[in-house]
């Protein structure tokens, strides 16, 4: 057993250590500590200064090339769609702004724009209730619009909205009865997927827009990111159907790899090869970018760009 005597000079030894250091902090090294602390302060200060300062400066250069940018995108895509036909799909939650400013660039580019189609979130609710009920609607659509049996659904709303231009003019590759085509349509918004008139032309171009996601750290649970691969799939049967696709839209460079369409687009390599992204379409380049990879579709190629995971390059030159 430790003698108590050692407990009180272990004790004693610890007080004077303290009253030693108080000593001394108050007396000989309380002014050097002192002169120590000011000075980290200041320069602390000063550094913060010239970061803001180069902040400041930072933001007002990319003010005025975002300026210069929206001045001139009317310019730089003028008459690069002369004579294509783009359907826009709008998916649930896309910005107002987002399909305005694609619209007015796809305009100044000289499309003729069809749509917008808006899609409700059925259309890739992952239920197994809703997933049965796209299922029963596919194989009865399907052979109406001349469609194999176990076409999907996402391959009948491309038919009845897209077309491929004709490889001659007595190619009817794509043709297929007006009446049918209503009919498709009519049942599918009877069953809540669709809404609105059915368009009188079809685009032979897709633009699919896709809401804004902000930035988050946290992990995307399957359940989440399970609707975005059912989107993915339904832009690449789009494709299927369309001389071109590109998905558009604007993801927060911080955002999770699994948290947009973009993102889940990027991941699935079967997509990625055919359909174009752009993940910064509420900027100007990014409008551009939007323009120049439908240029891209029209010659057979894809990328992905902007600014977000898996972005190829910043800017579709077309």
């Given amino acids: 057993m430790i003698d108590f005597r050692y407990h009180v000079v272990s004790l004693a030894s610890v007080l004077i250590a303290l009253a030693v250091g108080i000593v001394l902090g108050a007396g000989p090294l309380k002014e050097g500590i002192s002169d120590s602390l000011n000075q980290q302060v200041t320069s602390l200060r000063a550094e913060k200064a010239d970061l803001r300062s180069e902040l400041e400066a930072a933001q007002s250069t990319v003010k005025v090339q975002e300026n210069f940018a929206d001045a001139q995108l009317s310019r730089m895509v003028a008459g690069r769609l002369a004579d294509r036909s783009i359907t826009l799909v709008a998916l649930p939650g896309t910005a107002d702004a987002l399909l305005s400013d694609t619209e007015d660039t796809l305009g100044a580019a000289g499309a ?35 469609l194999a049996e176990d076409a999907s659904l996402d391959a009948v709303l491309g038919t009845v909205l897209l077309a491929k231009l004709p490889a001659t003019p007595d190619d009817q590759t794509n043709s297929i009865s007006e009446i049918a085509r209503q009919a498709a349509w009519n049942t599918l918004a009877d069953a809540g997927l669709v809404s609105g008139v059915l368009p009188t032309d079809r685009g032979s171009l897709v633009v699919v827009l ?100 898996g972005a190829r390059s910043a800017f579709a030159a077309g």
């Fill in 112 to 146: 003729t724009l069809i749509g917008p189609i808006d899609l409700p979130q059925a259309w890739t609710d992952p239920s197994e209730a809703a997933a049965s009920t796209r299922s029963q609607l596919a194989a009865q659509l399907a052979p109406t619009l001349g």
């Fill in 210 to 309: 896709s809401p804004a996601t902000a930035a988050t750290t946290a992990t995307t649970s399957t359940d989440t990111a399970a609707p975005y691969a059912a989107q993915a799939k339904l832009v690449a049967a789009l494709d299927d159907a369309s001389d071109g696709s590109v998905i558009v839209g604007q993801v927060d460079p911080a955002a999770a790899d699994s948290s947009s369409l973009i993102a889940a687009a990027r991941d699935a390599s079967g997509v990625r090869q055919r359909v174009s992204t752009v993940d910064n379409a509420e900027s100007a380049v990014g409008q551009a970018s939007t323009v120049g990879a439908l240029v891209e579709q029209l010659a057979g190629r894809s990328g992905q760009y902007g600014l977000a995971a």
